[in-house]
């Protein structure tokens, strides 16, 4: 046998020789949930690990990850039921604590990279990423609100705004608005595809967000997310992004929609992040408190999988976790 494999795999030096594929702790991006007040720090029941976190706790919690190497954070907030209403006017106040913390965490850390969440669904009394008429979630009139809330955030100083809502025509809209207000830097992270998933629920326990449970109001989100069994509809997504002006094409969730990240990637020239999500997280870190599986080998082993599929960001809740494990190790 002259031809054997096994020979490139025999050391660990030697593995690493033609190892194809890294993940390096500046492509990740660290979600963290935010809440109002002071001395808060609240695990979140269905993603152990992850708590929400009132500003004077968030930054030496940034300062730590900042250590380590982790740059980019994408924040969502979690607002009290009493500022909530059909039409998420508190999202684009002046008052809304996400800007003041957006603002400070700036002030303290120019340098990180800070990404915001643009939909209603924090926001909205109804629990929906739109505004919801007769039954309806209204795509035209909710872009009104997301073009506000885009420019409030980028004057907060966020870097990146991220549309998280899949309504029709946003990037675009979002991108002229920004332009008109003089936010021509401020970059645009477009969830591009992101499917009505059932892999997003510890993210709705942290926010309290989930549609509520009402008789008018459409129970879940399948009229504007994306059906899990499209693939064809991801690219006709991308093409408006790119023509819209995206600077970055998400898929979400990851694990489930490796073959959407593979696509896109081979289709378009723009970044590709992957957002793994609350749920695939949590399945990880239940399986391992269960000893049903090592997390230390499973989880950068999953972040690999998701970069070789072509994502060169993932938006992950175990970014710290990963940062720490390879300070650790001097990989
Ligand atoms: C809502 C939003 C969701 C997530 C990010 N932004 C949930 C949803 O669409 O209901 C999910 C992220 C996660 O599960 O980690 N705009």
Request: aromatic share 10%.
């Amino acid at each position: 046998m002259r031809i054997r494999p096994r020979r490139n795999r025999q050391s660990d030096a030697i593995r690493s020789l033609s190892r194809e594929t890294h993940v390096q702790v500046e492509q990740l991006v660290y979600p963290l949930f935010l809440t109002d007040g002071k001395g808060v720090k609240e695990e979140v029941a269905s993603l152990p690990g992850n708590y929400r976190w009132s500003l004077d706790m968030l930054l030496p919690e940034l300062e730590e990850c900042m250590k380590l190497g982790l740059k980019s954070f994408i924040l969502f907030p979690a607002i009290q039921e009493g500022l909530k209403n059909k039409k998420g006017t508190y999202g684009y106040s002046k008052d809304n604590y996400y800007l003041k913390f957006a603002q400070t965490i700036k002030k303290h850390f120019p340098e990180a990279c800070l990404i915001s969440d643009v939909a209603m669904d924090p926001y909205n009394s109804d629990g929906h990423d739109g505004i919801v008429q007769n039954g309806k979630i209204i795509n035209d009139d909710t872009l009104e609100v997301l073009g506000k809330m885009a420019i409030v955030q980028a004057e907060a100083g966020f870097d990146i705004i991220g549309p998280s809502d899949m309504m029709d025509g946003r990037v675009g809209f979002i991108r002229d608005a920004l332009d008109e207000n003089g936010f021509q830097d401020t970059g645009i992270m477009s969830y591009t595809a992101k499917y009505a998933s059932a892999f997003y629920g510890p993210f709705r326990d942290a926010l309290d967000s989930a549609p509520i449970e009402n008789d008018e109001i459409p129970k879940d989100k399948k009229t504007y997310q994306m059906d899990p069994s499209n693939k064809r509809e991801a690219l006709r997504e991308a093409l408006l992004d790119e023509q819209e002006g995206a600077d970055y094409l998400m898929v979400k969730p990851a694990l489930n929609y490796l073959d959407i990240i593979h696509l896109l990637d081979e289709h378009f020239d723009l970044p590709i992040a992957a957002y793994h999500v609350s749920g695939e997280c949590a399945m990880l870190i239940a399986a391992a408190q269960n000893g049903w599986l090592n997390l230390e080998e499973a989880m950068p082993e999953t972040l690999t999988n998701i970069r070789r599929a072509g994502a060169s960001i993932i938006l992950t809740y175990f970014a710290k976790m990963y940062a720490q494990q390879k300070a650790k190790l001097r990989y």
